[in-house]
Structure formats: structure tokens, C-alpha cells
């Protein structure tokens, strides 16, 4: 199956950038699209971005323009840039890999990929 690791967190001020990564690793076939999420104390998990295996990508709203995502597929890491950081960016920052439609569960399993997150404070 797959294996996803984040890392990247940390602390930082308002207005800094940071980029996480994640190393993607097991079995690629299993792997279709993978997407940036972050969950905030006390809120749902949110949907930041997403990059197909095609290297298309796609940005929630509330991000553009701030957060960029991309994927090197000879590294084997999917990254997430984010600039202009303010105190609403404080969360759990996880990846996730989608399996391709179809996949068999026998290779694949039955759910999609989530790495084990990780955390950025945004202070003053």
C-alpha cells in the first residue's frame, strides 16, 4: 500500500512563508491524485488543494494566491508552499492520496491514504 510523511511544521510568524512536504512511498500505482489538507482546534478538516497525476492542479478559495502545490514525482514528494501566513493558518497540516478508480483492494486496500500530519503555529 502507501505510505505518506509529513514534515515541514513548525513555528513561524504572521506574514512568514513555509513549505511542507510530504514523501510518498509503497506501492505508486496506488496512488491517483494527492491533496494538502489542515484541521484547525475545534473545526473540521479542510480542504486546501489537490494535484492529479497528470501534475494538474487545483486550489480551495481561501488559499489561492497564498499556497501553491506541486509534486516531484523523481523525489517522490508532494509539497505545499505557503506564503503570507497569518494566525488562521494555525493547524494540523495532513496529505492524503487518492486511490485511482478501481483500484483493486487487494493491492490497494479499501481506503485512501492519509499521512500522520504535521503541526504549524502562526504567531505574532
Known amino acids: 500500500q502507501v505510505v505518506l510523511v509529513e514534515s515541514g511544521g513548525g513555528l513561524v510568524q504572521v506574514g512568514d512563508s513555509l513549505r511542507l512536504s510530504c514523501a510518498y512511498s509503497?506501492?505508486?500505482?496506488?496512488?491517483?491524485?494527492m491533496g494538502w489538507y489542515r484541521q484547525a482546534p475545534g473545526k473540521e478538516r479542510e480542504f486546501l488543494g489537490a494535484?492529479?497525476?497528470?501534475?494538474?492542479?487545483v486550489l480551495a478559495d481561501p488559499v489561492k494566491g497564498r499556497f501553491a502545490i506541486s509534486r516531484d514525482t523523481d523525489r517522490k514528494t508532494m509539497s505545499l508552499q505557503m506564503d503570507s501566513l497569518n494566525y488562521d493558518d494555525t493547524a494540523d497540516y495532513y496529505c492524503k492520496a487518492n486511490r485511482p478508480a478501481g483500484a483493486p483492494v487487494s493491492i490497494c486496500g479499501q481506503y485512501d491514504y492519509w499521512g500522520q500530519g504535521t503541526h504549524v503555529t502562526v504567531s505574532s
Open positions: 494535484v492529479n497525476s497528470g501534475g494538474t492542479t
Open positions: 509503497g506501492q505508486l500505482s496506488c496512488i491517483y491524485a
